[in-house]
């Protein structure tokens, strides 16, 4: 079992910056990937970004050059820093970590607005 928690999400303006952050717990050492996710309202959960337990990292299109995402192994804790935020990007952000085939995790989700 692997616990996540987020937080970070908040309202900002365009082309402002946010850094959401995850912190696992549990069976932290089998996790392969971990990763964030959006979901806007009526709209699909799609991949934003995910970094293996060696360092890769993979990228939605939609963000490449404008979020960056890293981890604290000594912290357990994963970060997605946003920046030159757009409205397109409002939704809700959910972390998520994967152990292998029928083992994903989910966090609960974080709330982020991008809206003057």
């Known amino acids: 079992q692997v616990q996540l928690v987020e937080s970070g999400g908040d309202l900002v303006q365009p082309g402002g910056s946010l850094r959401l952050s995850c912190a696992a717990s549990?069976?932290?050492?089998?996790?392969?990937?971990m990763g964030w996710y959006r979901q806007a309202p009526g709209k699909q959960r799609e991949l934003v970004a995910a970094?293996?337990?060696?360092?890769?990292?993979n990228f939605a299109d939609s963000v490449k050059g404008r979020f960056t995402i890293s981890r604290d192994n000594a912290k357990n804790t994963v970060y997605l820093q946003m920046n030159s935020l757009k409205p397109e990007d409002t939704a809700v952000y959910y972390c998520?970590?994967?152990?292998?085939?029928?083992?994903?995790?989910w966090g609960q989700g974080t709330q982020v607005t991008v809206s003057s």
């Open positions: 970094i293996t337990s060696g360092g890769s990292t």
């Open positions: 549990g069976s932290i050492f089998s996790i392969y990937v």
């Open positions: 998520n970590a994967y152990l292998g085939p029928g083992y994903n995790y």
